[in-house]
Every structure is written in C-alpha cells, then in structure tokens.
C-alpha cells in the first residue's frame, strides 16, 4: 500500500515520519538514529548525505554544505546571506536570476548547486530511510517549513521536493505541525484551549498560537524570526571556545588549526544541558592540547542576548496580536534547542508556567507525518487509520500580507500601497478586485505592483514588492476597460495573482518574487 510521509525538512537536523495502524512511527536512518544532520558533503568518489556527510566535515570543509535551507528562496545579495557567508567555510556564489549557488569540488571539477538540489538530497535521503523502513517506494510527501518563510521560500521548498522524486502534497508551518501533535496527545475530554506553541529550532524561531478543541487545531497566529536557533548557539559556544583558548595561549583562536568540527561545538553545548561544567580538549597546530573547563553559567551567560531576543518576539507578537498571556493554558516547546535549561527558565518566567516538554526533537515530525495521514487519498488507508485521524480538523493562517500599488487620485506617477489580504486569515483565501484601464495604457501596458507589507503605505518604494513589470494587454482596448485581479493563497501560504483581461478573456499568472 503506497503511504504518505511526513519530512520535517530542519536547518541543522531532518526527520521522517508515517503513520500506521494508530499511532505515528518516527523513522530512524541507516545509523540507527531518528534525527537526521542536513549535511550534504562532495568528495573525489561520491555525494555524502547526512552521518556520513557531517563525520567528515572536519577534514573536508569547502566542500561540506550545512545550513542550506537559510538560503531557500533567496536572494545572493540579501543581508542575511551575506552574514551567513562568514559562517561558512564553502563558498556561496551569484547565481542565475541573483539566486545564491553553492560551488564544491565534486569528482575532480568544480561544480555549482542551487540551495534546492542541497536540500533535495537531504529530503532524498528521507525518503531513502521511509523505503527501507516500509520496503515499498513512496511518492507522496508532506514537508514543513518556518511560519515566517515568505511566498519563493515555500515554492523553493517544494521544487526540492520535486527534484527528490517526491509528489509534494502539501507544504506546512513547523508550529503547525507541532500543534497537531501536541494536540492528538490531549487526554479526551478536555475542552477548548489557547496554547502557545514555542518552537526554537536549529536555526529559525517560531512562535504560534493555536486554539485546540478536541482533536481540532486552528492557528490564531503564528510569526517567527529568521534568523535564531541552534546553530546561533553553537555560535555562542565557539566565542566562548575563542576567549578561553585566548587566555589560556595568548594566541588568537583559530578553527581550522585546531581542526574543531561541528561535533567538538556540539557536544559540549549538549552536556550542559544536564551538567555544571563539562571539559574539552581542542588540539592546536600550532600550540598543541589545550584543555579548558566550560561551564554552563559561562555559557548561559553568553547566549543571554539570544534568549533576550526570543523574549521580546513573544512578548512583542502578543501585543500585535491582543494576545493576554493569562488566556494560554499551556505552553509547548519544541526544538532540541529547547533543552537548555536558561531556555526554559525564560519560558517559565515569561509565561508563569512550567513549559510542556515532550519529544522536543521529533514533535513537528510528529505531526507532520499525522497531516500527510490527513492528505492521503482515504482510500489508500485502513479502517483503523481512518478511524485513527477521522476526527483532527486543521485550520491554518496566511503567513504574510498581500497588496497591490494604486496611483494616488490625479496622478500618474505618484503611487500608494493597499493591503488586499490581511495576514492571519484561514488558508485557503482569495479575493477578487476590479480595475479600469487608464487614458493610453492599452498601448503600453499596466504596471501592476504586488507588495507584501503590513500597512497601507503612502510611499511605494518604503514597501516589500513581490512584482513590479509592465504586463501587455489589449492595444485595441479603450480606456476605461475592466481589468480582473485576483490575489489568492493557496492551502500551502503559497500566494498567486492572476490577471484576467474582462475583454479578451486572456489570463496571466504573474510569478511573484520579490524585487
């Protein structure tokens, strides 16, 4: 029986999940374990994936990619890009259409990749690790992404679904996912609540609020931010490395002499999640052994701004969203990140309540793989599944604004931005508006400008444009003649604009990427 799997697609771990008979199966890889590295590394003889990809990453850097999916869907000159360019030891590169490119050396020549054919190796290899579990090929996917991820994120996310070989299903928020999971956890019986869902990852933070009734989850809203996870706290972690190894030396620290993989930063983050102090021993080139106690108030200490941050975006998205913090009754926390003790004191301080902690780096795999459940052909599942999942309902939101730019009254330059389509709204959504063709625009065309901005802006240029091109149209038409927009989102916070021509009946879908 071909099933439907659930890929929670993460910055620095992945995941892969399937629902059978009642209950999800978490699967674990060819190494026996259930999280995944989204690594991909290149050498002389062949593509690593994963494991095997990260064990090597020491000895291989340029040519070993991680954190790819912070380059899903944009742009090569994009701020956060260039920052994560130090980051890196492989090299990222202007591409076609600005699109940043990945350049390794791969069986002795120089090769370039997309940020989508580095992440479809890692959703590849999910899929690889679902069919050696179910013994049977699977075709059909869901896979998650950050709330916040714009509209050529989520599209890039699915392109690398269809470069893996997978039928992309749908694509949905991490926080969603984790709600769904949480909520199907719910003893039955209990009433209608407003839980907030605290989802700090490998190297996005979400933060959502969801209203679960039964086994029914709707959004009520969901923001997050780019750029905070776990991978800033390894970051953290290395400045702390740098300083001792300064004192101890003299010498400035340096990565590469003392061949410190990703693992040497790891672990010791990791231990002092349950531990005071925990030792290392990073071998310098130059300086030899240098043995160095950490302790966890050090490195508490030194990702308190992180944690600062993650205060302030929950405490600044429920006040843009009248959300009183006495309504949650519960607050789940997902994200291996959210083992650090500093974290969850944080939540407890914020919320004035003890988090729910539970599977942190399996629930959105959880509930991602009990969605695509969801989305299977009913008929390709038991009486038992659907028995199962008949009952979970999910409702989702438009992750972002939708708008257009109109021309200010008696003026043909100056224009003004007008939102059409609110974030927050239940997905699917799609609105329709009517516009009339001005004196001498059937012969050059209409200036249609999509904008994605939270406000109606007096000045078109302060705003995010998704499209700003002169479309042809009828250049027999006269002025006055009705024009049909219609501004949609699909199931998947993916947003279309189709422009329909009233008196031809031609139609345009126009491609939506930001300028």
Not at 215 to 236: C, H, K, P, T
């Amino acid at each position: 029986m071909p099933y439907a799997i659930g890929i929670d697609l993460g910055t620095t771990y992945s995941c892969v999940g399937v629902w059978q008979n009642d209950r999800v199966e978490i699967i674990a890889n060819d190494q026996g374990n259930r999280t995944t590295p989204s690594y991909v590394a290149y050498t002389d003889e062949e593509r690593l994936v994963g494991d095997a990809a990260k064990g090597q990453a020491a000895a291989n850097p340029t040519n070993t990619v991680f954190d790819a999916k912070r380059l899903l869907g944009r742009r090569f000159r994009d701020s956060t890009v260039q920052s994560d360019l130090k980051h890196w030891a492989f090299k990222v590169l202007e591409g076609k259409m600005e699109k940043p490119e990945i350049e390794v050396d791969y069986k002795g020549e120089r090769k370039r990749f997309q940020p989508e054919e580095i992440s479809a190796a890692v959703l590849q290899k999910m899929k690889q690790t679902a069919e050696a579990y179910l013994g049977e090929t699977v075709r059909d996917a869901v896979i998650t992404v950050p709330a916040y991820f714009n509209d050529s994120q989520r599209q890039a996310t699915k392109d690398a679904g269809v470069i893996a070989g997978l039928n992309v299903l749908r694509i949905i928020n991490e926080p969603t996912a984790a709600a769904i999971a949480y909520g199907l956890d719910r003893k039955k019986g209990q009433g209608e609540q407003n839980v907030l869902i605290f989802d700090l990852g490998g190297g996005t933070f979400d933060v959502t609020v969801v209203e679960v009734k039964g086994f029914d989850v709707r959004v009520i809203f969901s923001e997050g931010v780019a750029r905070l996870g776990g991978a800033d706290m390894d970051a953290a972690m290395l400045g702390v490395i740098g300083k001792k190894f300064a004192q101890q030396t003299g010498a400035t620290f340096d990565r590469v002499d003392c061949n410190l993989s990703q693992l040497d930063i790891e672990s010791p983050k990791h231990s002092l999640s349950t531990r005071d102090s925990t030792d290392i021993r990073p071998i310098s080139q130059t300086h030899g052994p240098v043995k160095m106690t950490i302790t966890r108030a050090e490195f508490e200490e030194a990702i308190r701004p992180l944690i600062q941050q993650a205060e302030k975006s929950c405490t600044d998205m429920l006040s843009a969203n009248n959300i009183d913090r006495s309504s949650l009754r519960e607050v789940f926390m997902v994200g291996g990140t959210s083992r650090i003790p500093a974290l969850q004191d944080s939540v407890q301080q914020l919320f004035g309540r003890k988090p729910i902690i539970r599977e942190p780096d399996h629930a959105v795999a959880r509930g991602v793989a009990i969605y695509a459940a969801l989305k299977t052909d009913a008929s390709k599942l038991t009486q038992l599944q659907r028995n199962a999942i008949g009952a979970v309902k999910v409702i989702d939101i438009t992750p972002h604004y939708f708008g257009i730019g109109l021309h200010e009254p008696y003026s043909a330059t100056s224009m003004f931005n007008r939102v059409l389509i609110d974030k927050g709204l239940p997905v699917p959504y799609s609105i329709v508006k009517r516009y009339h063709t001005s004196e001498g625009e059937n012969k050059t065309g209409i200036q249609l400008i999509i904008t994605q901005s939270p406000r109606s802006e007096r000045d078109i240029t302060k705003v995010k444009m998704l499209h700003n091109k002169y479309l042809p149209i009828n250049p027999r038409g006269n002025a006055g003649e009705q024009i049909e927009v219609t501004f949609s989102y699909d199931g998947n916070g993916v947003m279309e604009c189709i422009l329909h021509e009233i008196s031809t009946g031609k139609k345009t879908q126009l491609n939506l990427q930001a300028d």
